[in-house]
């Protein structure tokens, strides 16, 4: 017996683009169209079709998820310690993270979201010793 082919997750549609590539979409009624990024059939598909449902839309393209290392990065770099510093210090510190978040990228974000979390604390911590100021 033929092994019978299984129907696609609800809401989910394939579409060829002009460029001959095959896109997936979710569209949930007559809302927006979020398009699914990822491979289809690996466990990051999975992931974004699922928050596609829950109506989250992905990250745009060069702006960090909150929670994540480069979206903590991009905070500390708002702050006032790092404004203090001098233009080699922040030279020398952004090819360090540069490295870092090139690596952070090919890891699970699972795992990411609570070191995140707790870099940021250490990093609340040190800039209070530093500049004798409470971090928000």
Sequence with gaps: MAAVPRPRP????????RHGKTVWYVRVGKGPRIRIRA???TEGFKTEYE????GDS??????????SLEWLWMLY????????????TKRQRENI?????KLQKNLDDR???PLAA???GRCKTFIAKATGKPVA
């Design 10 to 17: 609800p809401h989910l549609h394939r579409e060829t683009n």
């Design 39 to 41: 491979e289809f059939g």
């Design 51 to 54: 928050a596609a449902i829950a």
């Design 58 to 67: 992905p990250a745009k393209p060069g702006k960090a998820a909150k929670g």
């Design 77 to 88: 770099r708002q702050t006032d310690a790092w404004t203090n510093l001098s233009r080699a």
């Design 97 to 101: 993270m540069k490295g870092t978040l």
């Design 111 to 113: 795992v990411l979201h």
């Design 118 to 120: 707790e870099a940021w």
